[in-house]
């Protein structure tokens, strides 16, 4: 007997692990990451603007969940798109700068592995990693930044095709084109990549001067002193003396010899220039200087901006509606994420790069109908590189042991009663410089409450934030009195995090770094 009922429970083992793994396989759901550009979180409705229009992405938090603290680790593109594809910190990835390094596609990368594990795969749109798309079975991508207008698409295996209309309509044409004409016996991981809303911010032509009836107001900080902040101070991002009439706000453009507007065809042109011709001249006619100038920056930078990203929204709407038209829709996880966040106006600025909130934390919102409560909302300290893990995980797939980050699906199924164990601290690393922006390389951590950073490169100073008291970041509290046990225990954690990321340049740097 002892023996058949060995047999017997290996019997059920076997059925038991063959069931699940048919079960599994056959509700693997298909994936879509919708990954934009600079997209600011305090831009999109769901996130808590009042002004902009972006029903789409709410409509994606409103069905799903939408995550208050998804930190980037390097807040900017490259670096950024290179931990979506590794999970990794860029020291490890090699991915530090947006510079033409060469992206190392030999590591292993989340498009791989999920091709190995019976995804197809394809990205489409924006990719900027200075290389060819590593681990995708299909692609058709923006060569580098790309343009806004009449852009250039690379496809396979390596053939540059100029197409005609404008780069979020012609992403989501290629996105639902490839829909259309995948395997249906497999499960499918797309990326879409949108070039919405990075600099010069160039509006869909249906979409100029949807805010012109909008002053949007002007953030507490847009006068910020940067007093007590030497790298704050020490930046080339301000809206006052970065930001530029002509090539930004398209102030006094010649659309027959500008790099950026020759490029139009004679109707966008026309189009472009009967919009900003009047701009311009009200500009002109207006004469201004000083605040009233800056001020008029700032609000033509707004109208700019929050009018491209009305084009991602309808863009993000348009695919919705394909899913729910085929019947995608029902096994299908969207994800929304910007590759970082972005300044619009907070401390005066535009551009990103600094550890501070605006561009160190990115919007994330996703969907999956049946498994994430619609309305769930996560405030835990997210990582981009937990976006690899996690996305495995939904698809079913252990994390590779070279990923460094964690899974977060539990915490979108969670039952919040329940504690499920997760980082009390995120660590950051910021390396491009001097150009562009002038933004000193920095490291730091953020935990619920506090921040901590130190500023190298011929900054060499440390920054202490208590976000409660001081959520908008302007009083650097490092080095005041009351702050020395607080200060010691953050050093202590960051470089335990240094340590378990394996920043070895960044543990030689916090040796020598100034008291
Ligand atoms: C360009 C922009 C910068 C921007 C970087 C990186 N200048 O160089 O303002 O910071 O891209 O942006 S521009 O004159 O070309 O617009 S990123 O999103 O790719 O990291
Ligand atoms: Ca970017």
Redesign the pocket.
Known sequence: TKLISKAFSGLVALVVSVTLAFGQAAQRPNIIFIFS??HAYQGIGAYGNKIAKTPNIDRIAREGALLTNNLVTNS???P?RATLLTGKYSHLNGYKR?DRTKFDTSQTLLSETLRKNGYQTAWIGKM?LNSLPAGFDYWNVLPD?GHYYNPEFVGQPNDTTKYTGYVSDLITQFATGWLEKRENDKPFFLIVGHKAT???WMPALEDLGAYDDVTFPLPSTFYDDYKGRKAAADQD?TIDKTM?MK??LKVGVDYETDFLYKRLNSEQKKVFKAYYDKVSKEVTDKNLTGKALVEWKFQRYLRDYFATANSLDRNIGKLLDYLDKSGLSKNTVVIYAS??GFYLGEHGW????FIYEESLKTPFVIRYPGVIKPGTKVSDLVVNIDWAPTVLNIAGVKTPSDMQGKSFFPLLKANRAAQIPWRKEAYYHYYEFPQ??HVHPHFGLRTSRYKLAYFYGGADSWELYDLQKDPKEVSNIYGTKGTETLTTDLKTKLKALMNEYKDDEALQILATAKP
């Open positions: 550009d600079d900017i593109c490259g950024s947006n900027h930044q990075h600099r010069e991002m530029r090539l930004d590759d970082q535009f551009d990103k790069r562009p922006h």
